[in-house]
T-cell receptor, first 115, second 115 residues
Framework: EAQVTQNPRYLITVTGKKLTVTCSQN?????MSWYRQDPGLGLRQIYY???????DKGDVPEGYKVSRKEKRNFPLILESPSPNQTSLYFC??????????????FGPGTRLTVT | KQEVTQIPAALSVPEGENLVLNCSFT??????LQWFRQDPGKGLTSLLL?????REQTSGRLNASLDKSSGRSTLYIAASQPGDSATYLC??????????????FGQGTILTVHP
């Protein structure tokens, strides 16, 4: 089954404790992206990757890191989480062509709480 | 910077009614525009994607149109059903340049279809 998976689905952590949220897709998509969703602010893009070893900032990259060492995986790293990073996080992937991408497929989401 | 606005923020209709959801964007240089559905506590499901060269796309009871010159897209839902109740989001992808992987979402329209 074609899908995007995220782990963990739920996470409660404390300020400053490094964490990684994993994202994996089995569709051989070049493009992957991370978003956060907050009430009243909607979905905002954190980082995206057009292909292996190619990443770029979205609208809200501060406090996050990403890496793309393999085509199927795109982990999101919070080096020193803070309470304002409490949010619902989504990973997405799609095929890409020069100049753009196609339909985006989303993972089920990771609900993160930082106390 | 691209901004995407969706009107109305919420809509409640009786079953069987035809309805239109609106999405407007400030930068007409988009590569594509995508409509999503999000059920409470769930991820996003892609409904329709319209490339910048297209005017509309149809899938079953759904029809999405795109007018780049006016910066507008509409999602038409025919013969609405209670199962259509969800939040509907539109997102525009940047075209060209070095940031063509960026996706900007609207705040969404919460649709309730009552029996």
């Amino acid at each position: 089954e074609a899908q995007v998976t995220q782990n963990p689905r739920y996470l409660i952590t404390v300020t400053g404790k490094k964490l990684t949220v994993t994202c994996s897709q089995n569709m051989n998509h070049e493009y992957m992206s991370w978003y956060r969703q907050d009430p009243g602010l909607g979905l905002r893009q954190i980082y995206y990757s057009m292909n292996v070893e190619v990443t770029d900032k979205g609208d809200v990259p501060e406090g996050y890191k990403v890496s793309r060492k393999e085509k199927r995986n795109f982990p999101l790293i919070l080096e020193s989480p803070s309470p304002n990073q409490t949010s619902l996080y989504f990973c997405a992937s799609s095929l890409s062509v020069p100049g753009g991408t196609y339909e985006q497929y989303f993972g089920p989401g990771t609900r993160l709480t930082v106390t | 910077k691209q901004e995407v606005t969706q009107i109305p923020a919420a809509l409640s209709v009786p079953e069987g009614e035809n309805l239109v959801l609106n999405c407007s964007f400030t930068d007409s240089a988009i590569y594509n525009l995508q409509w999503f559905r999000q059920d409470p506590g769930k991820g996003l499901t892609s409904l329709l994607l319209i490339q910048s060269s297209q005017r509309e796309q149809t899938s079953g009871r759904l029809n999405a149109s795109l007018d780049k010159s006016s910066g507008r897209s509409t999602l038409y839902i025919a013969a609405s059903q209670p199962g259509d109740s969800a939040t509907y989001l539109c997102a525009g992808q940047n075209a060209g340049g070095t940031s063509y992987g960026k996706l900007t979402f609207g705040q969404g329209t919460i649709l309730t279809v009552h029996p």
